[in-house]
């Protein structure tokens, strides 16, 4: 018989109300019947996924993690430090609160479903972002709709839906923010007053923003670009949320929407943005890039 494949089981024990804990014992069964050796290491602390993948990832075939978009990008994170000939496939078995590039990739939601596709899916290669040296997943943003993704206690956005919390929060002009900026994408340029931008490869912006699935592809090298311009009048303002609301946003005054490999952005102050749903820190400057299929996911 062929040597079993290795496998490094990253776990965030607290993620998604520590549901994967009981099921623990019925994952490793199911990822050992796909001829897996499983070795398994808890996270205690921030980082610490990325630290186990950047030093054992390379002695193994597939790296997976148990937890939540978080935890899956501290695993892409890894991956990054690893040469490329070196990286071993990833495998996610969703277990946080929205998993939103779990939706968007169509993997289970159900953990023990999941732990089946890890051991039995198929590999593809898929795109990266780079936020200067940081990387994500699926999604960098800033803006009205991106702070409040990690400051919003979970219980309030299942009680209401974090979109209409976002929107009940915006029903005025005047209680809008926003950041004066200057952007190029692919050569276009954009400048002025700007309430929220992203750039993602994901369905779902921040769990709030909803793209289309034929407006997405997680592996041709282009990311998804969103720029939300300050509106200068109630009408305008209803004509955004509308649009935000029904993800019909193309053609939209005030509302631009591009694919691009690279964004580079000038803000007039630091701020802070989202990256994969936490705080990645604030900044006046910063380029995001797509880096072409350089991750292979089990799908």
């Not at 700007?194 to 282009?222: H, R, W």
């Not at 949320?241 to 929407?257: C, K, M, R």
Request: net charge negative; proline share 5%; glycine share 10%.
């Amino acid at each position: 018989m062929p040597d079993p494949r290795r496998l490094l089981l990253i776990v965030n024990p607290t993620s998604g109300q520590k549901k994967i804990i009981p099921l623990l014992p019925e994952v490793f069964a199911r990822l050992s019947s796909g001829g897996y050796d499983v070795n398994v290491k808890f996270t205690l602390s921030r980082g610490d996924a990325a630290d186990y993948v950047r030093r054992l990832g390379a002695q193994y075939d597939t790296v997976a993690c148990c937890g939540g978009d978080g935890t899956l990008n501290e695993c892409v994170t890894g991956l990054m430090a690893l040469p490329e000939a070196e990286r071993p496939a990833v495998g996610y078995i969703p277990c946080g609160s929205t998993n939103d590039f779990a939706a968007s990739l169509k993997l289970p939601t159900d953990i023990l479903a999941a732990a089946d596709r890890v051991a039995c899916g198929d590999l593809k290669a898929l795109d990266v972002g780079g936020f200067g040296d940081k990387y994500f997943t699926y999604v960098a943003s800033f803006g009205a709709f991106t702070e409040s993704s990690y400051s919003t206690p979970q219980s309030l956005k299942n009680a209401l839906g974090h979109l209409a919390y976002i929107l009940d929060g915006i029903k005025s002009i005047g209680s809008i923010r926003y950041t004066e900026l200057s952007a190029t994408a692919d050569g276009e340029e954009f400048s002025g007053k700007y309430i929220f931008g992203a750039v993602c490869n994901s369905t779902s912006m921040g769990g709030l923003l909803k793209l289309k699935p034929g407006q997405v592809d997680f592996a041709d090298g282009l990311f998804e670009l969103m720029l939300i311009r300050y509106p200068e009048s109630p009408a305008d303002l209803v004509r955004i949320l509308q649009a935000l609301t029904t993800s019909h946003f193309e053609d939209v005054a005030g509302i631009s929407f591009r694919h691009c490999r690279e964004a580079s952005f000038r803000l007039a102050a630091p701020t802070p943005w989202t990256v994969d749903g936490e705080f990645g820190g604030k900044v006046t400057e910063v380029t995001v890039r797509n880096l072409h299929n350089v991750i292979r996911m089990i799908l």
